[in-house]
């Protein structure tokens, strides 16, 4: 069995390309002369126009009045601008000595000074005078000396 099913048509397809160029149509014929316009409305004003180029000097006008000066003191002007600085002079004579200052006052006394330091050791001095002859020392004042065996004292404790 054939079962026949009317479908609806697809979606068109894409624009194609150009064709080529045609050739030259044959010239058309004169047409008539057409009837006159009927008078047209005023239009409104257009842009403005671009500069023009300037024109030639006009001519010369003629000679004024002889001019007349009047004297007034004006206020006066601003300060001009600081020049440029001027090369250096040249060196002066020496001057003479100035005289002498009065004496100042005395100052202040001032602060303690530091300790110094130990000066250096003097050089000997020389012996000075004998003195007198002492009186003789008593011998029983002292201990008897401790003496090595062998040794005995007399009796001043002198060694023999």
């Not at 007349?68 to 090369?87: F, Q």
Request: charged share 30%.
């Amino acid at each position: 069995m054939v079962c026949i099913r009317e479908c609806p048509e697809g979606r068109p397809g894409r624009e194609g390309r150009d064709g080529p160029k045609g050739q030259k149509g044959q010239r058309g014929r004169t047409g008539q002369q057409g009837d006159a316009a009927p008078p047209s409305i005023r239009g409104e004003p257009g842009e403005r126009g671009e500069k023009g180029f300037p024109g030639s000097p006009g001519l010369n006008g003629e000679p004024g009045e002889p001019g007349r000066v009047y004297v007034s003191d004006g206020p006066p002007g601003k300060d001009g601008e600081t020049g440029p600085r001027g090369p250096p002079g040249e060196k002066g004579g020496s001057g003479r000595n100035g005289e002498d200052g009065l004496p100042g006052e005395r100052g202040e006394r001032g602060y303690r000074g530091l300790k110094g330091e130990l000066g250096k050791r003097g050089a000997l001095g020389s012996f000075g005078p004998l003195g007198p002859k002492g009186e003789p020392w008593p011998c029983d004042s002292c201990p008897p000396p401790r003496v090595s065996p062998g040794y005995y004292l007399n009796s001043r404790n002198k060694l023999h």
